[in-house]
Structure formats: C-alpha cells, structure tokens
C-alpha cells in the first residue's frame, strides 16, 4: 500500500502477549506546492522523540512503531489517505487499483512500474492488529493555537469531509465567430458552481472549496467543450456539509460525483483527556483537515493527535511554517505521550 514501517522490539511477538504496539508517524508526501510540515513534522518527531526518550534511557514497556502512510493527500490518484484507507479497507483494492492520474496512469500501473504488486493490495489486520495506540502529531492547519497563545494543542475531532466531481459538458465552437446565444458553455456553470458553493457555505456556516478544474480543449480562443471541477466540502455538521454540495448540484444542474467521504471522526476521548492533562492542560480542538489517524481512529484503533503551533496558519502552501522552538516543544511532548503510553 505505500505504507512505511519502523518497530523497535518484535510488534507481533507483543500482539501475541495481548499488548500490542504503540504506533507514531504521520505521511511524507504533499499536495502540487505544498509545504514542508504538513507530514514530516510528524514523521520526523516520531524518530526525535524516540532518540530523546533512548537518551533518557527510558524502557518502552510495549513496542514502538513509526508508520509514514503513502499518498496522504490524494495529490495523484484523487483518494485522500489512500494508504490508511487501504490498509483499513475502506478502500477496496479494486477500486484503488483502476484510480488513474492526471495522465491517464492507473495505480495499479503506477504501483507495477515501482517495482510492487498491485494484486496485494487490500485490508491488512496482520499489519493493523499490531497498531495498539496511534499517536499522529501534525503541523496545525488554521490559527487557534496562535490564538490562545499555546505552542502544542491535543485534537478532539476531525470535521466530516469529502471530495465531490462535477463533469460540466458544453460544445466547444470557435471564440470568435460563435454568437453568444448559440453557446453552449460550461465554464459559465463551472462559474456558478464556484460562486453557490461559496455563498452555500457562508450560508451553512461550513467551508467549501473549488480547487481543481480540467478544462477541455483548454485553448484561449476554445469555448470549452468540457469543464470537470473539484469540490471540496467541509464542517462540524454533516448535513450542512451535505446541504451545500446540493446546492452546488442544483446550481449547475448535474449529479456531483461523491470521489470520496469521512464522516465526523471523534478521536479517543480517555486518550485525549489524558494526553491533555499530561501535556499540562494544553487546549483541545476540532480540525477540518482530514489525516490517517482519522482513518485508523474510525477503524477502531484508540488513538490521539498533537498540533504544533502554526504562526500564520496558512498551510498546503510553501508560506506553511513552525518555529524551531514549537518543532521541539513537539516532539517533547511526543515524548511525553510515549512515556506514558508504552
Ligand atoms: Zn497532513
């Protein structure tokens, strides 16, 4: 599936005794110019918090694992946490293996010219019955920890979320001899979509969001005859997420193409009371990204999410940054969890 591990002690050999393992990580990969923290930051405590706990000699009383999870973003294929997702199996490998990118390339050839065999895609439990506990730290996406002034907060749930496709088809005919009531353009529904799922969303008190259109033929002087678009939708509320993708429906007069869905995700809540009051009652908060400990959480595995401050909260974007002393403020908190987790 794409999916990184790395244990100290024997994670089966733990399953085995009924304690499985304590597991950390995060993903490496990105979105089209994305930043550096969104992933590694979590990755990459993972490894410095274990080396600060192995200066203090502390003894894990469980294995530790790291996992980095492939294709977090969905940048190529389309699926968001498609590595989570498939090791949990709430993507099924058949529908995995036929995604195709921009250029036409299925997973399942992507996966063949990497040098892995496709066929052994699917649900995972030897892989998943070793993840006792996930710890997932993140950079945090938006300001509230700038807000309130805290370098480290806990997460308490992850919004419901979900990628819809809008296929708008038009005639393409020449821009400059084609009267304009004889068009029959589709980027003027794909402007509509644009505009309703905005004012939708202020209306539902949601986020919605229009980031990725293909265009065809994509010529200046080409009325289209094809617009596909990309909707992403967002909130604390299900139905009012759902409400606004209707809407946006409604306003172009086509189906919206449901590409994938995470209903709301409560984290742990014994795991995230204990980790907050441990880290010194550090705040607790929601977030409307989506992330792979969402997906094991929803799977069953007890687990919990730190955030590290994010000075201006922008994020999938090069300006995304932490300062050095939050990063390690991180990652002594990890330590923190891990000590009293394993
Ligand atoms: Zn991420």
Do not use: Y
């Not at 050839?109 to 070793?130: Q, S």
């Not at 496709?165 to 004889?182: I, K, S, V, W, Y």
């Not at 595995?301 to 994020?315: E, K």
Request: with cysteine.
């Amino acid at each position: 599936m794409g999916n990184l591990w790395a244990w100290t002690g024997d994670p089966d050999a733990a399953v085995a005794a009924g304690r499985p393992g304590l597991v950390l990580g995060s993903h490496l990969d990105s979105v089209p110019d994305g930043g550096a923290f969104d992933g590694p930051l979590g990755v990459v405590s993972a490894f410095a918090a274990l080396d600060l706990l192995r200066e203090n000699d502390f003894k894990p009383s469980r294995p530790i694992g790291i996992a980095c999870f492939g294709d977090e973003e969905g940048a190529r294929f389309g699926i968001a946490c498609a590595g989570s997702r498939m090791l949990t199996g709430v993507l099924d490998a058949d529908r995995a293996r036929g995604l195709r990118d921009a250029g036409g390339v299925s997973m399942a050839e992507a996966m063949a010219a990497g040098g892995h065999d496709p066929r052994h895609l699917g649900r995972d439990d030897e892989t998943l019955r070793r993840v006792g506990t996930f710890v997932e730290l993140h950079v945090e996406q938006g300001r509230a920890l700038v807000d309130v002034d805290a370098p480290v907060g806990v997460a308490s749930s992850i919004w419901p979320h979900g990628r819809w496709r809008l296929d708008l088809t038009g005639r393409a005919d020449h821009a400059g001899t084609t009267r304009l009531e004889d068009r029959e353009d589709p980027m003027l529904r794909l402007a509509a979509a644009i505009t309703t799922a905005r004012e939708a969303a202020r209306r539902h008190g949601t986020v919605a969001t229009v980031g990725k259109v293909r265009v065809e033929p994509n010529g200046v002087n080409a009325i289209p005859s094809g617009v596909t678009a990309w909707l992403d939708a967002r909130g604390a509320d299900a139905d009012a997420v759902r409400a606004v993708v209707a809407e946006v429906s409604g306003a172009v007069g086509t189906d919206a193409v449901e590409e994938s869905w995470t209903a709301s995700t409560d984290l742990d809540a014994g795991l995230r009371h204990r980790l907050a009051s441990l880290l010194g009652d550090v705040p607790v908060l929601a977030t409307g990204a989506g992330h792979d400990a969402g997906i094991l959480s929803a799977a069953g595995v007890p687990t919990a999410m730190l955030f590290v401050r994010n000075p201006t909260g922008i994020s999938h974007s090069p300006a995304e940054h932490a300062d050095e002393d939050d990063c390690l403020a991180g990652v002594r908190a990890l330590a923190r969890a891990v000590e009293e987790l394993a």
